[in-house]
T-cell receptor, first 113, second 116 residues
Framework: GNSVTQMEGPVTLSEEAFLTINCTYTATGYPSLFWYVQYPGEGLQLLLKATKADDKGSNKGFEATYRKETTSFHLEKGSVQVSDSAVYFCALSENDSWGKFQFGAGTQVVVTP | ETGVTQSPTHLIKTRGQQVTLRCSSQSGHNTVSWYQQALGQGPQFIFQYYREEENGRGNFPPRFSGLQFPNYSSELNVNALELDDSALYLC???????????????FGEGSRLTVL
């Protein structure tokens, strides 16, 4: 079946540091890939997405590229801020899955001033 | 634009009881999905409702059931509660259903259920 594996946290960084969160997936078809973020006290919200191989999703300075050859969708940001402290979830959705999303376990990111 | 709202936000039940959680979808969204998020884990898909019918289900037993109403709001019912049912239950709505899903889910803040 489908699965998503992402690096364990917490990841602790200083402000302006480079952030990478690794995500790899297993899927039988051609999924769409997503990064969701959960800020403290808030619900999950979409950060970025990519719907086919080699697509790059980007938002709020974050980027991730859909790599079919390595089945990966790593999240990166060049210079993090304290406000980026949150839990980040990698997820996939098969295009015929009728709305079923497979989420990774989440990676907590803590950015210190 | 009103977002996804869930109620109650917190509740405590004892083993063997039944619980009903409620969700109002975002305006204009006709599809509702429910997820279970155990502590420290990612959300696990329970089921999805579209046009008042279940049209996808994850690996959850039949004691997890749901409804969708004509106004697209939804309920999640769990019977014969077990200790392992303690979790955050998330409702998510989306503007399309039944088609290729490359779209976004819009989540509520969840209902935290504790089973004692």
């Amino acid at each position: 079946g489908n699965s998503v594996t992402q690096m364990e946290g917490p990841v602790t960084l200083s402000e302006e540091a480079f952030l990478t969160i690794n995500c790899t997936y297993t899927a039988t078809g051609y999924p769409s890939l997503f990064w969701y973020v959960q800020y403290p006290g808030e619900g999950l919200q979409l950060l970025l997405k990519a719907t086919k191989a080699d697509d790059k999703g980007s938002n709020k300075g974050f980027e991730a590229t859909y790599r079919k050859e390595t089945t990966s969708f790593h999240l990166e940001k060049g210079s993090v801020q304290v406000s980026d402290s949150a839990v980040y979830f990698c997820a996939l959705s098969e295009n015929d899955s009728w709305g079923k999303f497979q989420f990774g376990a989440g990676t907590q990111v803590v950015v210190t001033p | 634009e009103t977002g996804v709202t869930q109620s109650p936000t917190h509740l405590i039940k004892t083993r063997g009881q039944q619980v009903t959680l409620r969700c109002s979808s975002q305006s204009g969204h006709n599809t509702v999905s429910w997820y279970q998020q155990a502590l420290g884990q990612g959300p696990q898909f329970i089921f999805q409702y579209y046009r008042e019918e279940e049209n996808g289900r994850g690996n959850f037993p039949p004691r997890f059931s749901g409804l969708q109403f004509p106004n697209y709001s939804s309920e999640l019912n769990v019977n014969a509660l077990e200790l392992d049912d303690s979790a955050l239950y998330l409702c998510a709505s989306s503007p399309s259903g039944g088609a290729r899903n490359t779209g976004e889910l819009f989540f509520g803040e969840g209902s935290r259920l504790t089973v004692l």
